[in-house]
C-alpha cells in the first residue's frame, strides 16, 4: 500500500489541491448567493432573466 501511495503521490497531492480549491469557489459562491448578491455583476437591465433573479428590487 506505501508503495502504491509513493508512486502515485504527485496525482493524489495535485488531485488534493484541486478538490480544494473547487471547495473553496463552492464556498465563495454560497456565501455571495446568501448575501444577495449578482453572480454576473454586470447589473439586471440587460440581463434576459430580469424578473426572475431579484423580483424584490423592481
Known amino acids: 500500500m506505501?508503495?502504491?501511495?509513493?508512486e502515485n503521490l504527485a496525482t493524489?497531492?495535485?488531485?488534493a489541491a484541486?478538490?480544494?480549491?473547487?471547495a473553496a469557489v463552492?464556498?465563495?459562491m454560497v456565501r455571495?448567493?446568501?448575501k444577495g448578491k449578482s453572480s454576473c455583476g454586470c447589473g439586471c437591465?440587460?440581463?434576459a432573466m430580469?424578473?426572475?433573479c431579484?423580483?424584490?428590487?423592481?
Open 50 to 52: 430580469n424578473g426572475s
Open 32 to 34: 455571495s448567493k446568501k
Open 45 to 47: 437591465a440587460g440581463c
Open 2 to 6: 506505501f508503495t502504491w501511495i509513493m
Open 54 to 58: 431579484h423580483p424584490d428590487s423592481f
Open 12 to 15: 493524489i497531492t495535485i488531485s
Open 18 to 22: 484541486l478538490i480544494i480549491v473547487v
Open 26 to 28: 463552492i464556498a465563495c
